[in-house]
């Protein structure tokens, strides 16, 4: 388990040369993402992000307090932070453990292999994203560990993040002070936090859930 500490921005050909001038491209790749929930967004409204890329699960959980409990109007910090678990075994237990009910279903189960999606109807997750991306990645000179990835998804969106993976028990200030720098050398607008993919895909195309997920202050 690493976590990733990250820092969305947008970006436009002026951006892209201050890249070009201070990292190297390190390559391009596309992907196609799809995101699971229960019908009643329990995964979501707490903040937790099922994914399956190339075939490969994914679960994001956030490492602050539960963010629906935020109060309104409290000031979001520019970097996210969020636990990623790749295993699929372990994924399995945390998505038990978040929705509610599971447990008593499925607690004798053996854990779900890649090949078999049966444990998603049994939780009743379904996909509620799908959108595939490209994605152009950057290296920078003399700042070890920040990458920089310039998305382009293929519903019309496109967003930078600059981004620093920490190894459980790390030091995620120090993350947060690599990146606040890098964003300072590409001189970004650093005053609000930038939508990801997902929040502007929420609003075009599921905005019942956008609406639920802003008002418990998830988004
Ligand atoms: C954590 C999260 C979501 C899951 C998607 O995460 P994200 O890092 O945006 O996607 P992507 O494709 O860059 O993943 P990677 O390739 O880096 O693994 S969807 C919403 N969130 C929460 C969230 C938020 N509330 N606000 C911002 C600015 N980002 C994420």
Known sequence: MSVEVEQKFL?????????EDIGDCVGQKRFHDQYFDTPDFQLTLRDVWLR???????LKCPIDPVKGSAEPGREQSLCTRYKEITSLPEIYQRVKEVIKDAREDCDADVPPSD??????????????AEFATTRRSFTLKGEDGVKIDLDQAD??????????????G???????????????????NQERRVEGKMTAYLKRYRPEQYAILLSAHVL
């Open 11 to 19: 970006f436009d050909s002026d951006t892209l040369k201050a890249i």
């Open 52 to 58: 399956r890329r190339k075939r490969s699960w994914e």
């Open 115 to 128: 090949e078999d999606d049966s444990w998603l109807s049994k939780l009743k997750l379904c996909c509620f």
């Open 155 to 168: 519903f019309g969106y496109h967003v930078g993040e600059i981004e620093v993976l920490v190894p459980e």
């Open 170 to 188: 790390g030091d995620i200030q120090s993350a947060q002070e690599k990146i606040r720098h890098t964003a300072q050398r590409l001189g970004l």
